[in-house]
């Protein structure tokens, strides 16, 4: 198990690397920020100026080193739109995307849960199909017009909901309900594929012929191993929608990491956006070793 973790992180380490060279790159080919941030009567001097200031009049490669030196002293840079240290803005912003995240995560793992079971031990009834539909559904629905949608009925027709920003409970509701139903349809399916395939394998067979009723097969036998391949879709998930959830913040006006993301993207703002780029690098390479630790500790063959 310790040769594993520490193969594993020596690829994180490399990932990393590679991850931030193509951040850094991608980040200046989408423009030049002091062509925003400039004033309109502003001479080639002040343009020039301000590109000094910044740091933008080095070469690629000095910017790049100076960008790693400032990672690993924890120096996240300035936002170059409003002045404020891009550590200050991420911490500001995160938690209320993490709130957000675990929220949704929470309600969709539980219904997921009960959707997958019941449609694998109702296989080819209408419950399955049901469970099935409402998968295609989740899927084929985009994120953007269900949360217009929802914010429609809930908030400006019944009035029962805020339509947007971050406060009372209440202001979780839509957000947390229009995330999970995203994560729904993945999560069901694979449950019940999981479940219909350890269902027919001769260690639950054998667990019936003891005499063991249904429910301590189905939920204790049964979906501890078929509930594996659920703790990678929910990690991974997780870790996206943490530094990613970009468009249902936008559409509820959210403060979180991810409407951070597309605002500095928007102005060209180079640190915010190599920083938060960065940290949803840093977050889905640690969810996936965290996952594949947990694979063997739920499952003893994984680990032998």
Same mark, same amino acid.
């Given at each position: 198990?310790?040769?594993?973790?520490?193969?594993?992180?020596?690829?994180? *380490?490399?990932?990393?690397?590679?991850?931030?060279?193509?951040?850094?790159?991608?980040?200046?080919?989408?423009?030049?920020?002091?062509?925003?941030?400039?004033?309109?009567?502003? @001479? =080639?001097?002040?343009?020039?100026?301000?590109?000094?200031?910044?740091?933008?009049?080095?070469?690629?490669?000095?910017? $790049?080193?100076?960008?790693?030196?400032?990672? @690993?002293?924890?120096?996240?840079?300035?936002?170059?739109?409003?002045?404020?240290?891009?550590?200050?803005?991420?911490?500001?912003?995160?938690?209320?995307?993490?709130?957000?995240?675990?929220?949704?995560?929470?309600?969709?793992?539980?219904?997921?849960?009960?959707?997958?079971?019941?449609?694998?031990?109702?296989? +080819?009834?209408?419950?399955?199909?049901?469970?099935? *539909?409402?998968?295609?559904?989740?899927?084929?629905?985009?994120?953007? /017009?269900?949360?217009?949608?929802?914010?429609?009925?809930?908030?400006?027709?019944?009035?029962?909901?805020?339509?947007?920003?971050?406060?009372?409970?209440?202001?979780?509701?839509?957000?947390?309900?229009?995330?999970? *139903?995203?994560?729904?349809?993945?999560?069901?399916?694979?449950?019940?594929?999981?479940?219909? %395939?350890?269902? &027919?394998? %001769?260690?639950?067979?054998?667990?019936?012929?003891? +005499?063991?009723? %249904?429910?301590?097969?189905? /939920?204790?036998?049964?979906?501890?191993?078929?509930?594996?391949?659920? =703790?990678?879709?929910? +990690?991974?998930?997780?870790?996206?929608?943490?530094?990613?959830?970009?468009?249902?913040?936008?559409?509820?006006? /959210?403060?979180?990491?991810?409407?951070?993301?597309? %605002?500095?993207?928007?102005?060209? &703002?180079?640190?915010?956006?190599?920083?938060?780029?960065?940290?949803?690098?840093?977050?889905?390479?640690?969810?996936?070793? =965290?996952?594949?630790?947990? $694979?063997? $500790?739920?499952?003893?063959?994984?680990? $032998?």
């Amino acid at each position: 198990m310790t040769r594993f973790i520490i193969i594993r992180l020596i690829q994180a *380490f490399v990932t990393l690397i590679v991850i931030s060279m193509v951040i850094f790159a991608l980040a200046r080919a989408s423009g030049d920020p002091v062509m925003l941030i400039a004033p309109p009567m502003a @001479t =080639l001097e002040d343009i020039e100026a301000i590109r000094q200031h910044l740091g933008l009049d080095k070469s690629l490669p000095e910017q $790049y080193w100076v960008f790693l030196q400032n990672i @690993t002293q924890g120096d996240l840079g300035q936002s170059i739109q409003n002045r404020q240290d891009v550590t200050t803005l991420i911490g500001t912003r995160l938690p209320n995307t993490v709130t957000l995240s675990l929220s949704a995560i929470f309600l969709g793992l539980i219904v997921s849960l009960i959707l997958g079971v019941t449609a694998a031990c109702k296989f +080819g009834t209408w419950m399955d199909n049901a469970v099935k *539909f409402v998968a295609i559904l989740g899927q084929a629905l985009p994120s953007f /017009w269900l949360a217009i949608v929802a914010i429609s009925v809930f908030a400006v027709l019944l009035g029962w909901l805020p339509t947007s920003g971050m406060g009372s409970p209440a202001h979780y509701v839509l957000p947390v309900l229009t995330l999970s *139903f995203f994560m729904l349809p993945i999560f069901t399916r694979l449950l019940r594929s999981s479940m219909l %395939e350890v269902l &027919d394998s %001769e260690y639950v067979k054998l667990a019936r012929i003891k +005499g063991l009723s %249904e429910r301590v097969v189905v /939920w204790k036998h049964a979906l501890r191993n078929a509930i594996i391949p659920l =703790l990678t879709a929910a +990690g991974i998930t997780f870790a996206t929608i943490v530094t990613g959830a970009v468009i249902i913040e936008t559409v509820f006006a /959210w403060p979180g990491l991810g409407r951070l993301m597309a %605002e500095a993207m928007i102005r060209r &703002d180079f640190p915010v956006i190599q920083a938060t780029v960065m940290l949803v690098a840093v977050v889905v390479l640690f969810v996936n070793l =965290l996952v594949d630790i947990t $694979y063997a $500790y739920v499952d003893p063959r994984i680990r $032998y």
